[in-house]
C-alpha cells in the first residue's frame, strides 16, 4: 500500500482503527457493540493485526486501554512490525495515560474527540490547550481529535497547539451538543449521521496545511442502510473514491472493521489501493 511520511514515519495511506474491537458500534440495529466485542477476543484482535500488516496496513490507531495495550504487546513480542498510533482513553486521567501510551513507543498521540468537542462547548480552551501541550511534551506529535468542522479551523487560527487532525467526516455532536462523550457516560452511541456532513469537512480538511487522519469514511457503516449486499462493493468504492478524491496527499484514511463474517479489511484494502493507483497514473 502507498505510504505517506507523517512526521518522519513511513505511514499507510489506510490505516486500522479501534472501534469495532472495543465495541462501539453505529448500526447497534444490525450489529450490536457486544457482538463485536464477543468476536474481538485477543486471538482475534492478534488476527486482524497479522492481517493488517500482511496487507500493507502498516499502522494501528489503537484506544489506549488496557485491552488494546495488552495484545499489542504480545503483537510485538510475536513479531509483529506495524507502527502504533494512540487514541487518549477518557476512562483514564490523561497525564496517567499519557505515561501508559509512552511504554509503547507510539509514533503519535491524538486527543480523544468526544471529549474534545465538549470542552470547546463548554468554553475551556485554555484547558484544551494544555492537554495538547501535555501530549506535545512527551516529543511526539499531538493530534486534536474533532466531529466538528469549526473546531478545526478555529484550533489552526488560535494556534491550539496540534500538530495533525483526527477529523470525522460526520459531525456527530449536532445530536450530543452539550453532552460528555460516551467514554464518560457509558450511554451507548444511538448517532444518526448525514450525507452532506462529509463536505464541509473535506473543505477544512483541504484549507488547513498540517497532516489529517480522516475517519468515519462509509459513516460508521450507515451508508449501507436501505442497500442489499450485492450492493456494498460499489457503495465503498464511491465512498473511499471520494474521500481520497477530497483530502491532501499527506492526509490518511482510518477505517474499523469487523471481520466476523467477511474479510472486510482486505475489501476495503484492494479498493483504497485501486484508488491510489488511478490517482497515481494520472
Not at 5 to 25: A, E, K
Request: aromatic share 10%; glycine share 8%.
Amino acid at each position: 500500500m502507498n505510504t505517506v511520511d507523517f512526521f518522519g514515519t513511513q505511514v499507510s495511506r489506510l490505516i486500522l482503527g479501534d472501534n469495532p474491537v472495543n465495541g462501539h458500534s453505529y448500526i447497534e440495529s444490525v450489529t450490536p457493540g457486544g457482538d463485536m466485542m464477543d468476536y474481538y477476543t485477543a486471538d482475534n484482535t492478534l488476527r486482524l493485526l497479522r492481517h493488517a500488516q500482511e496487507l500493507g496496513v502498516n499502522t494501528y490507531l489503537a484506544l489506549a486501554n488496557d485491552f488494546c495495550m495488552r495484545v499489542w504487546r504480545q503483537f510485538v513480542n510475536e513479531g509483529g512490525k506495524m507502527n502504533l498510533m494512540f487514541q487518549s482513553y477518557p476512562a483514564i486521567d490523561l497525564p496517567t495515560n499519557i505515561w501508559m501510551m509512552m511504554r509503547y513507543a507510539p509514533k503519535a498521540i491524538y486527543h480523544q474527540g468526544g471529549t474534545l468537542d465538549y470542552m470547546v462547548e463548554c468554553g475551556e480552551i485554555q484547558k484544551v490547550k494544555d492537554r495538547i501541550k501535555m501530549i506535545k511534551d512527551t516529543g511526539l506529535p499531538a493530534g486534536l481529535g474533532t466531529h466538528v468542522p469549526e473546531v478545526v479551523m478555529r484550533a489552526e487560527e488560535e494556534n491550539w497547539g496540534a500538530d495533525f487532525y483526527m477529523t470525522c467526516l460526520y459531525n456527530a455532536r449536532k445530536q450530543q451538543r452539550g453532552q460528555q462523550s460516551g467514554f464518560i457516560t457509558g450511554k451507548k452511541k444511538t448517532l444518526v449521521f448525514y450525507p452532506d456532513d462529509k463536505w464541509k469537512m473535506f473543505e477544512v480538511i483541504k484549507a488547513v496545511p498540517k497532516p489529517c487522519l480522516v475517519f468515519k469514511l462509509l459513516a460508521g457503516g450507515q451508508v449501507f442502510y436501505g442497500h442489499d449486499p450485492e450492493e456494498y462493493e460499489a457503495i465503498a468504492m464511491k465512498e473511499f473514491r471520494e474521500a481520497y478524491a477530497n483530502i491532501k496527499p499527506c492526509d490518511i484514511g482510518v477505517i474499523g472493521v469487523y471481520q466476523k463474517n467477511s474479510d472486510q479489511l482486505g475489501q476495503n484494502v484492494r479498493l483504497i489501493n485501486k484508488i491510489l493507483d488511478e490517482q497515481n497514473n494520472v
